[in-house]
Nanobody, 116 residues
Framework: QVHLVESGGGLVQPGGSLRLSCAASGFTFSRYAMTWYRQAPAKEREWVAFISRSGGSTNYVDSVKGRFTISRDNAKNTVYLQMNSLKPEDTAVYYC?????????WGQGTQVTVSS
């Protein structure tokens, strides 16, 4: 059974940083590209960052380019999202999932709130 457990969120001031983690189990992690998504209040869920199976290729939504970095540790079955220079518009619940056209069951997400 697939489990995705996101953690690392919290309340941070504008300009601050957070590092999110997503621990995966129930599937062969190294065989899947992974994606971070986010969902702000009253908005659709959107993809934020993508990483290939090996970690050698990444891609980001324009609004986070240069500020966020996605990475993964296949030995730990974990994908990370380093978020720097956070802005109030980054406030959302952040989720991870596989990077293909289908999705695994969603985890509970981790809340990121950027506010002074």
């Amino acid at each position: 059974q697939v489990h995705l457990v996101e953690s690392g969120g919290g309340l941070v001031q504008p300009g601050g940083s957070l590092r999110l983690s997503c621990a995966a189990s129930g599937f062969t992690f190294s065989r899947y590209a992974m994606t971070w998504y986010r969902q702000a209040p009253a908005k659709e869920r959107e993809w934020v960052a993508f990483i290939s199976r090996s970690g050698g290729s990444t891609n980001y939504v324009d609004s986070v380019k240069g500020r966020f970095t996605i990475s993964r540790d296949n030995a730990k079955n974990t994908v990370y999202l380093q978020m720097n220079s956070l802005k109030p518009e980054d406030t959302a619940v952040y989720y991870c999932n596989q990077g293909g056209t289908t999705t695994f069951p969603w985890g509970q997400g981790t809340q990121v709130t950027v506010s002074s």
